[in-house]
């Protein structure tokens, strides 16, 4: 009685544009209703677009110092300067740098580090992940293993020995362009055991599914099995966790340079902003820790926000 | 559980030199300790002469090996900077990072359970979807700002709570307490916060998604059409449930929250172990910083195993050596 | 309002009864040890200077004053020094202090273990002639020998063979490394290393007490804004360094008051004179430009030095054009001027040295070293980079600098120098010098500057005791250097103090702590 | 009605979502007697645990009772709310679940469990409610029940847990017990004696059954009287006897016809063509017309009508002949 195909909507659903099925879903029907979710995004969406678009944007470019006059420095936001007589919107900092410009470029870095470094992360974690799950025996008890240690070491401890080695081991005249990438390896690497942790968990579960045993009948190779049909059953954890993971990765991006050894002061980050702008708290020059601080709130809230949406939303069993 | 204690202990001791490994292979790109050392009117014969009485020209296997010997006997050399016993400077600084972890701690542990379970059996309601958005700022700015501002707004600003330091403490048989004196409790709120309000949104977090998957399990169902009360039904039957998982991840945060004090004594000037390795980075003060790895290794795997036990007397599944079955 | 006043009042007669004469004070780093002979800091010496005394000591103006010694004067035409020393000192814990106590600081201080052994490098022997009588004979005349031993402290011989410390022992430490017994105006009653300090007043000491201090705490902050904000609200008396950032806003507060002055530390950039080629550079990686003085001149044109005073020191530093700054001996007065500010000049002389696009390389910075040094360095960077000198800056902690520099990973570097001799001869010695390690000269000249002219008038300055024959070469040293750009000089870094303002102290150029002069009102 | 332990009258529960309200249940009326058990029946999503949870007050939001009554023993509840509706459960109505694997909390003992559930709801000591707990899984044929009452739920076989939870249920001696599927996750030889045991106990104490399951032999085995449910509306109503062997609704003749039990001899199995609706698209008119063969233009347009004089909501109610 029960084996004949589904009557109702599904032949019409195919004829949809894919568009057509994203507004449809339940998803998106969920998002719609709730406005958390909806000002985060947009949120998240002006502050990506401004920083992959800040050259356009920014008035100058802070990272070319040869545009830079030290005259400028100090300048309060909206005032002219007492020197050169020129105005800035959020004022300048110590080098007479455009704090609005700083804070696009600085957020492009953090970006750009948070989002490699979780990819980094997702990547290594999906692939032990699925390796450890669906091999399983040796292979996994090394994985889950080194995943444990890993896991009772904290992430910040695992980054400054990360970035010390890393450091040591990059020739000197590659270190400056270099740093960026350390740091994304160290973030990265602190942060895979989370994602393999799911995408194992999950590979258990769908290993042992009939679908799975079938391809696996008809001659399919494990990795096909694992790409094919393993993966797309994993991705909505992975996503919620990408997302939370995203806001941490940024944060870690700032504490570590807090510490220094983060982002060179040349090329800053909003991390890297805020150290810089926290020696000005005393002084009066508010603008300088102010701004980049409230946009990596605002960046941070807004991304946590949203993967706290996500994971309502998709409501995965985030072990 | 006798035989899994050891084995968890094996696994320890492996981890332990692993982490000995890391550190020590991390040392060599620190800096050099030797100019801190000599003062500016050294010349390189002195540089020489420290280098080898030091044993740094050895190569890097030797002084490893040289180290785990002495850790073994509890002997991590002398401090580069102080020139004292490093076992004897941790021991002094100890109490210090223990205390302030333990009552930040305790704060993101109570408050951490506690709003977790209040989000989540008032899933829908006002106030505890309020408390979910804010606990995200808690997360969402770094913890050396939080402490920062909290400095500015209540010791500079209101002139309320001391900026930097422990306060008076009073010495109880080698243990430096600042419980004990009126300042050094009020020494202790505003790092005790920095320090644990990030753990604490994690376990508020996690208590309340794990407690979210309790209640819809069927054990809480056919409780509830037992018609037990709310109370017995959230606090006996579904937090008993929901600590399972959250109990690792709080063993977990609790070493974190000791890794985390680097920053927040830093930030606050606490005279702990966080501090000691901040300045032994600055110095390059080796024998410190390994040994300082050692003890945070030593403790993550002194509360891993405490959380295995604590396993024990919280599911009944596991404690398999306990007659029965089928 | 009268009740106010008499509440006021009350106040004020009740709180120094309390604790007006406790006194609490923070500073960047802790004294890393309390063994005056062991390590040669500014850490150590200026807060031992509390604590031990030397045979001579600076006043604050700097000038040598009697100290241990009551007088001295030199032995026959240079062969030494007689120091006549005080009588009736005794030491912290009641010994009497003697020649013997001399003799034997001198061989504790001159021992290879010592750190302050480079003191005593022209010293050949110490006489003990009587109980307070000593002879100090130099191997070579050495007018300016009493001078370089203000920060050689005496400690009890007798305290020293009882608690086996002998000698100085930086490695693993010994007795005198927690503890003290010095003659000074202030004994060590608890020692915490890297937490606290804690002084109380000897009140067996020889000289007349102007403080008012019963008690005094000193505690390491590390982190800046933490200082600031403690002292801002009142948790300690005194911070040493205020950051230059802040001095505005302390100023404004009332409770609180900054003392500046100008230090002996001369911030400069450095170069790669003996390189064959830039290490860093992307394109010039067969030559090494900063061979050229053209270009050395030209990094000295281009480089802006009022507008980084005007910005980043906020108008508390002082442009300076020798290796020394104007307030030490030797100085050379006709050789006040930078050279200006012109980039024009600068895009010229390069063009002419056969750059005229200029070129590449890499800056090296420490990050916690100076005052605001890595800020300096970007302004610097952002300076050179208009007259097409591309540099790339790496700033780093000061623990991976020094090897940096030693094994020669720079294009250009930045130095901050303060002779400990107060004296234009120090930086001579070791920045100009050609490096000879059997010598000990040139110790810090990493970039291996040398000028035979130069080597041949350092031991002349060394042994001349005409000052105005001395002057003379000391200014021919300082033109030859500036004519051929060895270094960059930029400005004298500023000292700023910070204090609550009940407090009245005096600042000493060296940035010497001295705790006697402190008044708690 | 009045004697009935259980009477529902017109009972709906709607779901509001974003395409519109879905009625689970519409308008379902049924009375069940003391000591008697009423088998629900019906496919997945025909709405039958659905009417059960609204009896125990137990629907997760946003589903709700939107029309209809539902009286216990003669006091209406369907409108009680919290604390008044935590009373009845339990104490008056007890509920059986379909998994006796997640029924039971893993981190507390069987004993914990029974004697906190009847310190809950009856006016006894904790020493007298230990003696009645090992009484409960006696009575539940609990091998050692005086050594197992501290035993924790998962060295319980599957067989023995779901005597537990009967026990559970049944421990505060409630008038009405909802068995949702009981036997479902149960193995095939465990089956039997469970639906017996409960058979026995509710006979023996005179307490009503809902006996919810999609099982027809579980049907035939246990119960007196049957429902027969589709796309939540009730399709027929009767007797056990009168339901399996003579069916008037076609859907149950098509259900009767496709067990194996009740068309045992026949050549194959008979097949219902389609599928039920989904809840959120049923048809016009009767609800099954889009399957059924006998379907006529008035089936179509009207609503099927009240259960009356017949026992099955149909325009065109089958006789006997026509089951083939």
Known sequence: MTDIPEQGMAPKIAQKSRLRVFLDSDIYYTFKRSPVAVVSTIVVLILVLSAVFAPLIAPTNPFNPASLNLMNGFTPPMEPNAFTGDTFFLGTDDQGRDVFSTILYGMRVSLFVGVAAVLFAMVLGITLGLISGYVGGWTETIIMRTADVQLTFPSILVAMLIFGIAKGFTPVEYRDQMAIWVLIIAIGLSDWVQFARVVRGATLVEKRKEYVEAARLIGRTPYAIMLRHILPNVLSPVLVIATISLALAIIAEATLSFLGVGAPPTQPSLGTLIRIGQGFLFSGEWWILLFPAVTLLTLALSVNLLGDWLRDALNPRLR | MLAYIIRRMGQSALVLLIVGLVAFSMFRFVGDPIDNMLGQERTAEDIERLREQLGLDQPFAVQYFRFLEGAVQGNFGVSYRQGRPVSEILLERAPATLELAAVSGILAIVFGIALGVFTAIRRNGFTANFIMSASLIGVSLPTFLIGILLIYIFSVELGWLPSFGRGETVDIGGWSTGFLTESGLKALILPAITLGLYQMTLIMRLVRSEMLEVLRQDYIRFARARGLKDRAINFRHALKNTMVPVITVIGLQLGAIIAFAIITETVFQWPGVGLLFINAIQFVDIPVMAAYLMLISVMFVGINLIVDILYFFIDPRLRVDRAGGH | ?521 | MSDAVLSIRNLSVEIPTRTGVVKPVDGVSYDISAGEILGVVGESGAGKSMAGNAVIGLLSPPAHIAAGEIWLNGTRIDALKGEAMRRLRGKQIGMVFQDPLTSLNPLLSIGDQLTETMLTHLPISRSEAEKRAVAALEEVGIPGAVERIDSYPHEFSGGMRQRVVIALALCAEPSLIIADEPTTALDVSVQAQIIALLKRLCRDRGTAVMLITHDMGVIAEAADRVAVMYAGRLAELGTVRDVLTQPQHPYTAGLMASTPLASAGKARLHQIEGAMPRLDNVPEGCAFHPRCEYAQDKCRAAPAPQISDSHAACWFPLIAEKVS
């Open chain 3, 1 to 521: 309002m009268s009740r106010a006043l008499t509440i006021a009042a009350l106040i004020a007669a009740l709180a120094p009864a309390v604790q007006a004469e406790e006194f609490t004070w923070a500073e960047t780093t802790d004294p890393q040890t309390m063994d005056p002979h062991a390590v040669n800091s500014a850490a150590v010496l200026g807060f031992l200077n509390n604590v031990y005394e030397g045979l001579v000591r600076r006043d604050k103006d700097m000038t040598i004053e009697p100290a241990l010694a009551t007088a001295w004067e030199p032995i026959g035409d240079g062969e030494g020094w007689r120091f006549t020393l005080r009588e009736g000192v005794t030491f912290h814990d009641g010994s009497a202090f003697t020649a013997e106590d001399v003799l034997f600081s001198y061989q504790r201080a001159s021992n290879e273990a010592s750190d302050t052994r480079s003191w005593f490098a022209p010293v050949s022997e110490v006489v003990v002639v009587d109980d307070y009588t000593v002879d100090i004979m130099t191997s070579a005349p050495n007018p300016i020998f009493p001078g370089s031993i203000a920060n050689w402290m005496i400690m009890d011989s007798g305290w020293a063979e009882a608690n086996n410390a002998t000698l100085p022992d930086k490695e693993s430490g010994n007795y005198a490394t927690l503890n003290t017994n010095g003659t000074g105006a202030f004994r060590v009653t608890a020692r915490e290393p890297g937490l606290r300090t804690v002084l109380e007043p000897f009140d067996g000491w020889w000289g007349e007490v102007e403080h008012n201090i019963t008690r005094a705490e000193l505690t390491p902050i590390q982190n800046p804004a933490t200082a600031v904000a403690a002292l801002l609200s009142g948790d300690v008396d005194f911070i040493n360094p205020v950051p230059i950032q802040d001095v505005a806003r302390l100023q404004q507060d009332d409770d609180v008051e900054v003392i500046q002055g100008i230090e002996a530390r001369v911030i400069m950039l450095g170069f790669p004179h003996e390189a064959d080629a830039l290490k860093f550079s992307s394109e010039t990686t067969d030559t090494n430009p900063f061979a050229d003085v053209r270009v050395r001149q030209a990094v000295a044109h281009a480089i802006n030095v009022p507008a980084i005073l005007q910005t980043i020191m906020r108008g508390n530093a002082e442009e300076v054009a020798q290796l020394v700054s104007p307030a030490m001996q030797g100085y050379s007065p006709a050789l006040a001027a930078r050279p200006a500010y012109d980039p024009d000049q600068a895009r010229a002389l390069l063009a002419e040295a056969g750059y005229p696009d200029g070129f590449s390389f890499g800056l090296k910075c420490p990050n916690d070293r100076y005052l605001n040094d890595e800020s300096v360095c970007q302004a610097v960077t952002g300076m050179l980079a208009q007259v097409g000198l591309r540099a790339t800056l790496d700033a780093m902690p000061v623990q991976n600098y020094w090897p940096e520099l030693r094994a020669d990973n720079y294009d250009m570097y930045l130095l901050g120098w303060s002779p400990g001799t107060f004296d234009a001869e120090h930086p001579i010695r070791f920045l100009a010098a050609t490096p000879n390690e059997e010598k000990r000269l040139g110790s810090w000249n990493f970039g291996g500057y040398s000028n035979a002219r130069v080597d041949e008038l350092l031991p002349q300055i060394q042994s001349e005791l005409d000052d105005a024959t001395r002057q003379a070469m000391l200014d021919e040293v300082a033109m030859t250097l500036q004519d051929e750009m060895a270094y960059v000089p930029m400005y004298v870094q500023p000292l700023v103090w910070g204090t609550r303002s009940n407090i009245s102290m005096t600042q000493r150029p060296d940035n010497f702590f001295i705790l006697r002069w402190v008044t708690v009102n």
